[in-house]
């Protein structure tokens, strides 16, 4: 299967400038250069190129957003914030491949005439922002950032800016405001990032995965990328496998692979021989999944059919034995952990699923606890500024509705049937 | 007592001024650098950092209290961080917890009494396909095991 | 102009209206919290959601644009739920300390929950998250945290209008909690607005704290009389004495603020007051009754002007006194008793402390006032000070409670000099100390008129309670005064005469209590 971004990720000096080049690095760069920045907007259109970070957002559409008027300088952001649960893809490209990042920076910036990009990277990726400062010093002096990047007389800086440890930064406005020194607390949409955003400028934000998927598509043109994957889900994904598998790891793979494929042919299956018990799709906040639901293509189109999403791509594993109610309380303490606070449904209703499914898991669950959770999902659910508190809600849901058993059990025996272990 | 940036940190500061267009963008590398500086971020961090920026102490503590990276009050020496999220607590996350709760004397969110080490449990660090992870300091440890984490813990001088 | 129907009924509306400003408009309350006029819209209490066609979630009024052909519902099950549905989660860490909490029948949560709750509670006790209560956080306010909904009325209050950002959140999700940073508390003139923008009892006010119950308050409009900005108030007062002023809304004047030295000038009308008219026989005082005190007083002006010569008798008014009692007081002194020496004080130096906002440096409601109806200040009131001081006064009848900055010593000396020294005047002070003759007043609460602010707007105050004591209307003292001078005023109260001074006075020109309405009306010509 042909790979676009992993190809030589195997090949630990290809981090670096001089190993990049001589796999064809920045070649794509001078393809892009002389091609008009509105063809190369229609490539990634063609490319079917769904936003990587989680929404899956057709990538081409939103460069469209950007005011056709230049007069407000417009700017790139990549969101390397990666802090959904499960999701471990954008680390592996900034520690392998930085330089794939790079020169997707300067096409995308260059089609989008823009002449700043800030690389927001999750702050306890210390090492990883190392990287990617050394891959970009390099590029600085090479010419490939900066001043009249080869010639072209388009100018670029590229800075990298650390989070402090907020998973919700991972949400594009909530983003732009850590950018600018705030808490980081999403804004009311509208306006749009595209209209409004960082510094008040015209902002695209992109997931790294996807702004490293632009040299190959600059490459070998949009319709070639969309071919690898499905018709509306073009291209390949990293994949994370993780949970109890026999090979846990990031895996590139068509976006219209199955995911039961994903689990036992890629990563091996499950792990000391156990059953399935159930999947959690595309990050921690997509409706999880029993055994006889996985015989499914994971794109994005046919993973919300079937009423979950693919999300982030991180695909976890749960084996048999595991008490569901246990997983719930471990996801519903990091929603109430990450809440921004900002408005009432996610900051008190986070804090308070926490505190029910906690309850039933210690065996102190009443009765009318689990319609109190699916009531006060209603309540939180498609009524807050950001999804955070839909992401908290579709596991509780799903949770409940597809291993309810386990939560009347709970509360029926006031105790874990499990004896409170994973 | 009064803080202020080395020479080297000063330097560092002036040239994040030059990478953003708002002076206020300069707050969380800041504070990040006022971490390394000064061991934590102190009050007084907090209020060199609002005059340097020029903006209220209420407002860089508001964002200083908002990420879990930057500790207001000291830690120790090492600061173990034992991801307690989903796919580490699959395979195995809470019994190295109380492992290392129990080989250290101290319950997450304490410091051993000789100051060395501090332990925290944290939420995904985002390499899930090697759980379980911690992060000591800055240094990710990954596939971690009982064995593993003391042999880890046990070389740290 | 972008037409909505809201609830089956249609509005045109100016374009940029939210779907909450609109529905106001036709009378529709949609419930909120963190948005306020005068402050950027936050959107974070979640209070106003509203179901839009064509929108597959339910928006929120206050930050959605009316578009043309909007069609918005706000009387459905489903938003009737949402509501009740934030209402509740709102609650849940709520400490409900409305028997001690002084927010308590003016409370935002208590008035949703009673039309939007009557839920019970479904959150046990013991999982409630504590904050810190009772702190002292500098100005005039005290911070309840556990009681905050985390608007953030309050940060952007501090962030936009005062530019001081003295308050913030710290932490994040339900332990978020507004604060201020340790040692650094409130430090701007405009505290005070914090309590009347909270709209719970998390942000309070020092002054008002546990001394009444807001439902046992009256409220009336008036003007604030600490500076010559005239910040429109509403003055609270059960009885006769006054508990709080609050701003009112006026965006000519002082959009929906005051600061906080105006806020405590209510104290003033209910303590150290003069509510008894008395005379000073031998060094002290003797109670005497306007029956007989009136006609006295007006005869000994008289009898001084007759002896000595008009030139001996000197009228000092005050930039405290209305419009109408400044034009009858002129008249007095000018057609009445023939004096030239007619001017009017200060209560504090000039240049006292002023900002870029709302306080002004001349610490007096209506100098504006006095100069427009003809009446002198500065140099004027210097000049007639020297000729006091160098006895050339046997008659002075002054208005106010002080002369200028001079202290009760200095004020002594000077009156010492004068023969007859009646004061009109509201409270104690060095003037009520010397003077020969007390005519206590009616303060600003307890009578009715005008005054002109700084940039010459005209802008009514109204009578909230009849005057304590004896107190009497400085205006039916000075008709009294007047008509026993043969002035046959038939003058019945500030409407009359307003009416009059409006016939003849050249700035107030064509102007009527109707025109000048409720937000105040400019005056023709300004006196530079």
């Known amino acids: 299967m042909e790979t676009v971004l992993t190809t030589h990720f195997a090949n630990?000096?290809?981090?670096?400038?001089?190993?990049?080049?001589q796999y064809g690095g920045y070649e794509a760069l001078k393809k892009a250069f002389a091609m008009d920045p509105g063809q190369i907007i229609d490539e990634v259109k063609k490319a079917n190129l769904r936003g990587r970070g989680g929404a899956g957002f057709p990538a081409g559409v939103k460069w469209g957003f950007l005011p056709k008027d230049l007069s407000r300088p417009r700017v790139l952001v990549?969101?390397?914030?990666?802090?959904?649960p499960g999701t471990f893809k954008d680390r592996v490209i900034m520690?392998?491949?930085?330089?794939?990042?790079?020169?997707?920076?300067?096409?995308?910036?260059?089609?989008?005439?823009?002449?700043?990009?800030?690389?927001?990277?999750?702050?306890?990726?210390?090492?990883?922002?190392?990287?990617?400062?050394?891959?970009?010093?390099?590029?600085?002096?090479?010419?490939?950032?900066?001043?009249?990047?080869?010639?072209?007389?388009?100018?670029?800086?590229?800075?990298v800016h650390r989070g402090a440890g907020a998973y919700i930064c991972g949400e594009e406005t909530s983003l732009i405001n850590s950018l600018e020194g705030k808490r980081g607390w999403p804004r009311l949409k509208p306006p749009f990032p595209a209209s409004v955003g960082a510094f008040g400028l015209p902002t695209i934000v992109n997931n790294v995965e996807t702004i490293a998927d632009i040299p190959w598509i600059v490459t070998h043109g949009g319709e070639t990328f969309a071919a690898l994957g499905v018709e509306k889900n073009g291209g390949t994904r990293l994949i994370g496998v993780s949970g109890a598998v026999n090979r846990p790891g990031v895996y590139e793979l068509s976006a219209g692979v199955n995911l039961k494929d994903i689990i036992y042919h890629h990563a091996g299956g499950i792990k000391d021989g156990k059953a399935l018990k159930a999947v959690i799709p595309g990050g921690s906040s997509t409706p999880v999944l029993r055994p006889d639901e996985i015989d499914v293509s994971y794109d994005i189109e046919s993973m919300a059919k079937i009423g979950t999403m693919a999300g982030s791509g991180g695909v976890i594993v749960i084996p048999e034995g595991t008490c569901m109610v246990r997983a719930l309380s471990v996801l519903m303490n990091f929603y109430a952990h990450e809440s921004c606070g900002q408005c009432t449904p996610c900051r008190e209703g986070t804090?308070?699923?926490?505190?029910?499914?906690?309850?039933?898991?210690?065996?102190?669950?009443?009765?009318?606890?689990?319609?109190?959770?699916?009531?006060?999902?209603?309540?939180?659910?498609?009524?807050?500024?950001?999804?955070?508190?839909?992401?908290?809600?579709?596991?509780?849901?799903?949770?409940?509705?597809?291993?309810?058993?386990?939560?009347?059990?709970?509360?029926?025996?006031?105790?874990?049937?499990?004896?409170?272990?994973? | 007592m009064r803080v202020a940036f080395s020479e080297t940190g000063r330097a560092k500061f002036e040239r994040l001024l030059t990478r953003y267009p708002d002076r206020k963008a300069v707050i969380l590398p800041a504070l990040h650098l006022a971490q390394k500086e000064f061991g934590y971020v102190?009050?007084?961090?907090?209020?060199?950092?609002?005059?340097?920026?020029?903006?209220?102490?209420?407002?860089?503590?508001?964002?200083?209290?908002?990420?879990?990276?930057?500790?207001?009050?000291p830690v120790g020496k090492y600061h173990v961080q034992i991801c307690r999220n989903i796919s580490c607590s699959l395979l195995g996350a809470e019994h190295l917890i109380e492992h290392v709760s129990t080989k250290l004397g101290v319950r997450p969110g304490e410091t051993t009494p000789d100051g060395k080490f501090t332990l925290t449990t944290v939420e995904c660090l985002g390499s899930c396909g090697t759980a379980p992870v911690m992060q000591v300091n800055d240094e990710y440890h990954e596939n971690l095991t009982v064995e593993s984490i003391d042999r880890i813990l046990d070389q740290l001088p | 102009m972008p037409t909505l129907t809201i609830n089956g009924m249609t509005v045109d509306v100016p374009q940029g209206t939210t779907i909450l400003n609109a529905a106001k408009e036709v009378g529709v309350e949609i419930p909120h919290y963190c948005y306020h006029p005068k402050l950027s819209i936050a959107g974070n209490c979640r209070?106003?959601?509203?179901?839009?066609?064509?929108?597959?979630?339910?928006?929120?009024?206050?930050?959605?644009?009316?578009?043309?052909?909007?069609?918005?519902?706000?009387?459905?099950?489903?938003?009737?739920?949402?509501?009740?549905?934030?209402?509740?989660?709102?609650?849940?860490?709520?400490?409900?300390?409305?028997?001690?909490?002084?927010?308590?029948?003016?409370?935002?949560?208590q008035n949703y929950y009673m039309k939007f709750g009557l839920h019970k509670s479904r959150y046990a006790l013991e999982d409630k998250v504590h904050k810190k209560k009772v702190q002292d956080v500098g100005g005039q306010i005290v911070l309840d945290a556990e009681r905050c909904i985390l608007c953030s009325r309050c940060v952007r209050f501090l962030d936009e209008v005062t530019g001081t950002r003295e308050l913030h959140f710290f932490d994040r999700g339900d332990h978020s909690e507004i604060s201020i940073f340790p040692g650094r508390p409130l430090e701007n003139n405009y505290t005070g607005n914090l309590a009347d923008i909270c709209p719970?009892?998390?942000?309070?006010?020092?002054?008002?704290?546990?001394?009444?119950?807001?439902?046992?308050?009256?409220?009336?409009?008036?003007?604030?009389?600490?500076?010559?900005?005239?910040?429109?108030?509403?003055?609270?007062?059960?009885?006769?004495?006054?508990?709080?002023?609050?701003?009112?809304?006026?965006?000519?004047?002082?959009?929906?603020?005051?600061?906080?030295?105006?806020?405590l000038t209510y104290k003033a009308m209910n303590e150290a007051r003069l509510l008894i008219p008395f005379v000073r026989e031998e060094g002290a005082r003797k109670v005497a009754a306007w029956g007989s005190l009136l006609p006295d007083v007006a005869f000994r002006l008289k009898a001084a002007a007759d002896k000595g010569g008009t030139d001996r008798v000197a009228v000092i008014a005050s930039p405290q006194s209305s419009n109408e009692e400044l034009y009858l007081l002129r008249r007095l002194a000018t057609e009445l008793l023939g004096t030239k020496n007619l001017a009017f004080t200060h209560r504090v130096a000039e240049d006292g402390f002023a900002d870029d906002f709302l306080i002004q440096a001349d610490k007096n409601p209506n100098s504006r006032g006095a100069q427009l109806l003809g009446i002198p200040g500065g140099a004027a009131f210097d000049a007639l000070v020297s000729k006091i001081a160098g006895g050339g006064i046997d008659a002075l009848l002054i208005f106010g409670n002080g002369i200028g900055a001079l202290s009760e010593e200095e004020t002594a000396a000077l009156?010492?000099?004068?023969?007859?020294?009646?004061?009109?005047?509201?409270?104690?002070?060095?003037?009520?100390?010397?003077?020969?003759?007390?005519?206590?007043?009616?303060?600003?609460?307890?009578?009715?008129?005008?005054?002109?602010?700084?940039?010459?707007?005209?802008?009514?105050?109204?009578?909230?309670?009849?005057?304590?004591?004896?107190?009497?209307?400085?205006?039916?003292?000075?008709?009294?005064?007047?008509?026993?001078?043969?002035?046959?005023?038939?003058?019945?109260?500030?409407?009359?005469?307003?009416?009059?001074?409006?016939?003849?006075?050249?700035?107030?020109?064509?102007?009527?209590?109707?025109s000048i309405g409720m937000f105040g009306q400019e005056t023709k010509c300004h006196m530079s």
Request: charged share 25%; proline share 4%.
């Open chain 3, 415 to 514: 009156l010492a000099k004068v023969p007859f020294v009646v004061q009109a005047g509201t409270n104690e002070g060095p003037v009520s100390k010397a003077a020969t003759a007390v005519l206590p007043s009616a303060s600003v609460a307890e009578r009715g008129g005008t005054f002109t602010n700084h940039a010459g707007r005209v802008q009514r105050f109204r009578f909230g309670f009849p005057a304590r004591g004896k107190a009497k209307n400085p205006i039916e003292i000075l008709v009294g005064l007047g008509n026993r001078l043969g002035a046959g005023w038939t003058f019945a109260g500030e409407a009359s005469v307003f009416r009059a001074l409006a016939e003849t006075e050249a700035p107030f020109a064509g102007m009527s209590y109707d």
């Open chain 1, 351 to 422: 804090g308070w699923l926490k505190k029910i499914v906690g309850r039933i898991e210690a065996g102190k669950g009443r009765e009318g606890d689990v319609e109190l959770i699916l009531d006060l999902c209603d309540n939180m659910m498609g009524r807050t500024i950001c999804p955070l508190a839909d992401a908290a809600v579709m596991p509780a849901q799903s949770f409940i509705w597809k291993f309810r058993e386990e939560f009347d059990r709970h509360i029926g025996e006031q105790k874990c049937p499990y004896g409170n272990r994973f």
């Open chain 2, 42 to 73: 102190s009050d007084e961090a907090i209020v060199y950092i609002a005059g340097l920026v020029g903006t209220s102490p209420a407002d860089i503590e508001g964002v200083a209290t908002f990420y879990t990276m930057y500790n207001r009050k």
């Open chain 3, 47 to 109: 209070m106003c959601l509203v179901e839009v066609e064509k929108f597959p979630k339910l928006q929120t009024a206050c930050s959605t644009v009316v578009t043309d052909g909007m069609v918005v519902r706000t009387d459905t099950e489903k938003v009737g739920k949402a509501v009740t549905g934030v209402l509740e989660l709102m609650l849940i860490h709520h400490p409900i300390d409305c028997p001690i909490c002084d927010q308590a029948g003016e409370c935002g949560l």
């Open chain 3, 200 to 263: 719970v009892g998390a942000l309070t006010s020092k002054d008002f704290r546990f001394r009444c119950r807001v439902w046992f308050l009256k409220a009336f409009d008036s003007i604030c009389t600490g500076c010559s900005r005239g910040c429109n108030v509403d003055a609270h007062c059960k009885g006769d004495i006054l508990y709080r002023l609050k701003p009112r809304w006026n965006d000519a004047v002082n959009q929906a603020w005051m600061c906080d030295f105006g806020r």
């Open chain 1, 12 to 21: 630990e000096r290809y981090r670096r400038l001089d190993t990049y080049r």
């Open chain 1, 95 to 159: 520690t392998r491949g930085p330089h794939l990042l790079i020169e997707g920076i300067v096409i995308s910036c260059f089609a989008l005439r823009a002449h700043a990009c800030w690389i927001y990277i999750r702050g306890e990726f210390v090492r990883e922002a190392r990287i990617v400062d050394e891959a970009i010093a390099e590029a600085y002096a090479a010419g490939f950032l900066g001043r009249n990047i080869l010639g072209s007389g388009f100018d670029l800086d590229v800075t």
């Open chain 1, 78 to 84: 990549v969101n390397a914030d990666e802090g959904e």
